[in-house]
């Protein structure tokens, strides 16, 4: 069995991160990434990050990965990058099983930092599975990895800042994007995103969801329905809209499964996305030595995944023995920056989620 | 109506203007109406005309007599939100934001667009700024009928 101090599974802003710390501070970092490039969501992102000025906000996305990785890159002789490596099963005793071009290898380390960020959630209607619905992610990836245009004219379904930033990015890339669809009776996402959008003469249609999807091999038209304040749809108010591509955007989910796999105690948090482990004050799931961050803990910004990451990168490092020179400040930082992120408008279902995370659970918090 | 439409009404656009005399001089007109956490026009103003404080979730405050019109919160704002207007003859000069292809050429006509989307009327093309701090975020300066002060916002070829 291969032998690592620390193994960090996801090369986001949150597994970025947390090496970023851990490699200052002297240990020894083995990380696996299940896609060809480093990054995670950030390497999709072409627009400007909102956000503090402190996590990078108004650099786009991708080069936020880039600085995130210079970090890094100081430190090769203690760093292992593995790309293209699918960590596919994980043991209590902190044992990893990793898949790459077609062999498997264990791993073993002293402790292990979950980021494996989210998943897409998808809609279910008549013909979903019709060629030329995708998510938003995979519109992302086409375009802005590969330069492929996803189609021509395009309904997004989904007003949060994913389906509106990733709306306006289509626009961009030349896709006439001809509304936007939204079930609830206001828009999910920052005004601003909308505002963008809705001076390019996208329409916003709020009360409104997909019916079904029309098409024989490939996706033709769509037909809408609205919605009343119940969410139940109103007879006879469908609509027919044509067109060749249709890109769902109802939310993300954490991608639990390995945390899971490993027996940690999991709990179904809506506000959070999903299943989400239980976890001490110091991002500890019930496993010791097994700790997570980012999105797989519930879904938030790139900024909360940052700081997240930067926090745990610092708690795993006094673990393993290592004092980072100004630990404890570094640590209060971390704190009350995640604080300041969320204690607004739109922190308010962090907070209510978190909340619920710790209340009523049998865990011990250390 | 922001909330379901995505576009502000009249008057909560004319909350974000100063006096018209006070626009004689380039002045920031920022349209961040809601409490987001995000702060990049305040640490990019070189003059701290620009107030959000520690809590990032406040709205940005512009103090008019500080601000010079110097355009930098104009492509430092990821929520394209804040453009330069100023007042000149029976013109409104505006500085924009724009990130889309092609762009405009000086002294080219296009189409001055409402925040609705819709072409309300033409625009002269003043000045294209692509300088590398904007980061791919051009800055175009357009003219426009002054009646049209608080109903323009972007710019659209008339090529389309
Ligand atoms: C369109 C869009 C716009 C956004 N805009 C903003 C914004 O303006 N400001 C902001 O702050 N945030 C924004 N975000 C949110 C931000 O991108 C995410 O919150 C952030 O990337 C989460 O970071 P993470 O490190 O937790 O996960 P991710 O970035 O999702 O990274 C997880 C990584 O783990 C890898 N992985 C998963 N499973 C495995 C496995 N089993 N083995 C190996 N590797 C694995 C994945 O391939 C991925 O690279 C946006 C997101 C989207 C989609
Ligand atoms: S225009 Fe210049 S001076 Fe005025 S608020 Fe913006 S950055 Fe500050
Ligand atoms: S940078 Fe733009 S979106 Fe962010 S707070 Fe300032 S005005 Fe609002």
């Not at chain 1, 791993?107 to 938003?136: K, V």
């Not at chain 2, 520690?54 to 990821?78: A, E, F, K």
Request: include cysteine; charge should be neutral.
């Amino acid at each position: 069995m291969n032998q690592r101090e620390v193994i960090i599974i996801g090369s986001g802003p949150a597994g970025l991160s947390a090496a970023g710390i851990l490699l200052r501070a002297g240990a020894h970092v083995a990380m696996f990434e299940r896609s060809p490039l480093i990054g995670g969501q950030l390497i999709k992102q072409t627009h400007k990050f909102f956000g503090s000025q402190k996590q990078y906000a108004k650099t786009r996305g991708y080069d936020i990965a880039k600085k995130l990785y210079r970090d890094i890159e100081a430190y090769q002789d203690h760093f292992e990058l593995h790309l293209e490596a699918t960590v596919v099963a994980i043991y209590p005793d902190r044992v990893i099983s990793v898949y790459r071009q077609g062999v498997y290898q264990k791993y073993q380390a002293q402790a292990i930092i979950i980021a494996t960020g989210a998943s897409e959630r998808l809609l279910s209607f008549p013909n979903n599975d019709l060629p030329g619905i995708y998510g938003a992610g995979a519109v992302q990836t086409l375009m802005n990895l590969y330069g492929v245009l996803p189609g021509k004219n395009a309904v997004m379904v989904g007003s949060g800042n994913i389906g509106l930033i990733v709306s306006y990015q289509m626009m961009q890339a030349g896709v006439n994007v001809k509304a936007v669809l939204e079930a609830a009776p206001n828009i999910g996402g920052y005004k601003v995103h909308a505002s963008k959008l809705r001076r390019l003469g996208v329409p916003i249609m709020t009360q409104t969801t997909v019916k079904r999807a029309i098409g024989m091999t490939a996706i033709e038209a769509i037909e809408t329905i609205r919605l009343d304040e119940k969410w139940q749809p109103i007879e006879d108010t469908e609509t027919t809209i044509p067109i060749d591509t249709l890109c769902i955007s109802v939310g993300l989910t954490p991608m639990h499964q390995l945390l899971s796999m490993a027996g940690a105690e999991m709990r179904y948090i809506s506000e959070l996305g999903g299943c989400v482990p239980h976890m001490s004050s110091a991002h500890e799931t019930s496993i010791r030595n097994i700790f997570a961050c980012g999105d797989v803990t519930g879904i938030e910004e790139a900024s909360s995944a940052i700081v997240e990451g930067q926090f745990i990168g610092l708690i795993v490092s006094e673990r393993l023995g290592y004092a980072l020179e100004g630990y404890h400040l570094l640590k209060h930082e971390c704190t009350t920056e995640l604080g300041i992120l969320r204690c607004g408008p739109f922190g308010e279902k962090i907070r209510l989620g978190q909340q619920k995370l710790k209340g009523g659970s049998s865990c011990s918090n250390d | 109506m922001l909330k379901r439409l995505g576009y502000p009404s009249l008057e909560q656009v004319k909350s974000c203007f100063p006096q018209q005399d006070v626009l004689l001089k380039p002045k920031a007109i920022i349209e961040c109406y809601e409490a987001i956490p995000c702060n990049p026009c305040e640490t990019s103003c070189p003059v701290h005309a620009i107030t959000i404080g520690q809590d990032i979730n406040h709205r940005p405050q512009l103090d008019v007599d500080r601000c010079t019109g110097c355009g930098m919160c104009i492509h430092s704002c990821p929520g394209l939100a804040i453009c330069v207007v100023s007042l000149k003859q029976d013109q409104a000069i505006f500085k924009i934001p724009y990130e889309f292809l092609p762009l405009p050429h000086v002294s080219d006509v296009w189409h001055g667009v409402n925040r609705a989307g819709e072409v309300i009327a033409p625009v002269k093309i003043l000045e294209v700024r692509s300088t590398p701090i904007q980061d791919h975020t051009h800055i175009v300066t357009v003219a426009i009928d002054q009646q049209y002060l608080y109903d323009f916002i972007t710019i659209r070829s008339p090529h389309e």
